[in-house]
Nanobody, 126 residues
Framework: QVQLVESGGGLVQAGGSLRLSCAAS????????MGWFRQAPGKEREFVAA????????YYADSVTGRFTISRDNAKNTVYLQMNSLKPEDTAVYYC???????????????????WGQGTQVTVSS
């Protein structure tokens, strides 16, 4: 059973920064692409960023491009999301997820991911 545990969320003022971490259990972390999604109250879960197995390819939502950076450390079984220039509209619960090997879908859609963390709250005040 794979476990993903997010940390690093919190309350920050607009323009500030946060770094989210997602620690994964198991010995096959480097075999999977990973992604970050977010969900604000009353809204659907939306794609934020994704990273390939070796970290050589990254993908971002238009809304975060240039402000957020996804990275991973396969030796530590951890994926990160560095969030800079935060805006109130970035307020949401942020989830990390492991991309399924068998589904073969887009990086950008939730069904392409088979394991999810419990989420960490990010609140950006204006």
């Amino acid at each position: 059973q794979v476990q993903l545990v997010e940390s690093g969320g919190g309350l920050v003022q607009a323009g500030g920064s946060l770094r989210l971490s997602c620690a994964a259990s198991g010995r096959t972390f480097s075999s999977y692409a990973m992604g970050w999604f977010r969900q604000a109250p009353g809204k659907e879960r939306e794609f934020v960023a994704a990273i390939s197995r070796r970290g050589d390819s990254t993908y971002y939502a238009d809304s975060v491009t240039g402000r957020f950076t996804i990275s991973r450390d396969n030796a530590k079984n951890t994926v990160y999301l560095q969030m800079n220039s935060l805006k109130p509209e970035d307020t949401a619960v942020y989830y990390c997820a492991r991309r399924s090997l068998s589904y073969g879908g887009s990086y950008y859609t939730p069904p392409s991911y088979d394991y999810w963390g419990q989420g960490t709250q990010v609140t950006v005040s204006s």
